[in-house]
């Protein structure tokens, strides 16, 4: 892998690089959930003591209207990143997939 979700001080869990990663590189591709018990996982996002409903809230993404019909949804792996006024990723809808990609915007 690489990379590995763990626990940032002061900011919960978080995607940390575990190796060089170069600008434009696919660093996650996953499928997407439309349902907030669509995955058993979705329970363990955060917030850590919230219902489902707060889980899938707190961590979708929101879709647009070409591709989702509006509906938000949430990808599992990439909810663990981190935001950033400066970010070094950036997440994209691949239509052809059906997939989230998260890659790389610089050298991380």
């Not at 919960?12 to 499928?31: M, T």
């Not at 996982?41 to 219902?51: E, Q, R």
């Not at 209207?65 to 909810?79: F, M, P, Q, T």
Request: contains cysteine.
């Amino acid at each position: 892998m690489d990379w590995e979700v763990r626990s940032i001080p002061g900011k919960g869990l978080g995607l940390i690089a575990k190796r060089f990663i170069p600008s434009k590189y696919k660093i996650i591709v996953e499928g997407i959930h439309y349902n907030l018990d669509s995955h058993p996982a979705i329970s363990a996002l955060t917030p850590s003591n919230g219902t489902l409903q707060q889980k899938f809230v707190n961590n979708e993404l929101g879709g647009d209207s070409k591709h989702h019909g509006e509906k938000n949804y949430v990808a599992l792996r990439i909810s663990r990143v981190n935001h950033s006024c400066s970010p070094n990723a950036a997440h994209v809808f691949c239509e052809t997939s059906r997939c989230e990609i998260l890659y790389a915007c610089r050298d991380i």
